[in-house]
């Protein structure tokens, strides 16, 4: 599959709760070798469902200033999650629909 | 959620849409998608190459039935039909604002067009063996 057929996927929660599509995803790399290096492995996905200033990096690129321009990003886009690969349920790539599992809560914000 | 250990990458953040270097230091295109391979037994997804190409951008873009198509003929066009436009992980050498490759721009599908023109058009044209002046 694609990176950018799993950004096209729509995440529900346990409950049919549409939270947005996947935004980005974090790599670890901490996989099996391949080569010399380890593999990629998903860690999490950021899930929203508006993308304003989501690539700035604001919300989960540790970047912190200006801090204006962080308030208003994040102001915008209220709703960002950032869920790690585990709490992922079932995925199905064909209906691009990923269901998270009923122990997982938003974080607090 | 437990503590990751090795690099860390955003992938849409620091690394779709980069530049790709090649080892002489020849701009080499972008990375224009990532190749997700599940593994069964452990119920882990992995990123296993970078994608590469104009066949692999048309497909990202939403023409996926052109995207294929493309990604299908230039790979028909190497001598060992593997595809030009699959940069693995492991031949990355370093991962920053550029995205240093330890392969030839010539062994990749961003070049691939130029190649295909040089060798079935250009050099069928009655004084291709010098350079223009």
């Known amino acids: 599959m694609l990176l950018s ?20 995803v974090r790599l670890v790399q901490d996989g099996p070798l391949d080569g010399f290096t380890a593999k990629f492995r998903v ?5 929203a469902r508006r993308s304003v200033g989501l690539r700035l990096g604001y919300h989960h690129g540790g970047v912190r200033s200006p801090w204006v321009i962080r308030r208003v990003v994040t102001a915008l886009s209220t709703e960002v999650h950032t869920i790690p690969w585990t709490d992922v349920a079932d995925h199905d790539p ?3 629909r990923l269901m998270l599992q009923a122990t997982w809560k938003p974080a607090p914000s | 959620m437990s503590e990751a250990t090795g690099r860390t990458l955003w992938a849409a953040l620091q690394l779709l849409d980069r530049q790709l270097r090649d ?20 119920k882990v997804l992995y990123a296993t190459a970078i994608l590469s190409g104009p066949g692999r951008l048309a497909r990202r ?9 493309l990604v299908a003929f230039f790979a028909s066009t190497t001598v060992d039909g593997h595809d030009p436009s699959r940069i ?4 990355v050498r370093n991962f920053g604002p550029v995205i240093d490759l ?20 250009i050099s069928h044209i009655p004084g291709n063996d010098h350079a223009a002046e």
């Open chain 1, 94 to 96: 064909e209906g691009q």
């Open chain 2, 23 to 42: 080892r002489h230091d020849i701009l080499c295109g972008n990375v224009d998608d990532v190749e997700l391979t599940y593994d069964d037994d452990e």
């Open chain 1, 43 to 47: 860690d999490a996905i950021v899930v």
């Open chain 2, 102 to 121: 330890a392969v030839d721009a010539d062994d990749l599908a961003s070049f691939a067009t130029e190649r295909w023109v040089r060798d079935h058009v």
């Open chain 2, 88 to 91: 693995p992980f492991r031949v």
């Open chain 1, 5 to 24: 057929e799993l950004f096209a996927t729509q995440v529900h929660t346990a409950d049919g709760r549409l939270l947005g599509p996947v935004r980005d």
């Open chain 2, 61 to 69: 873009m939403g023409r996926r039935r052109v995207g294929d198509w």
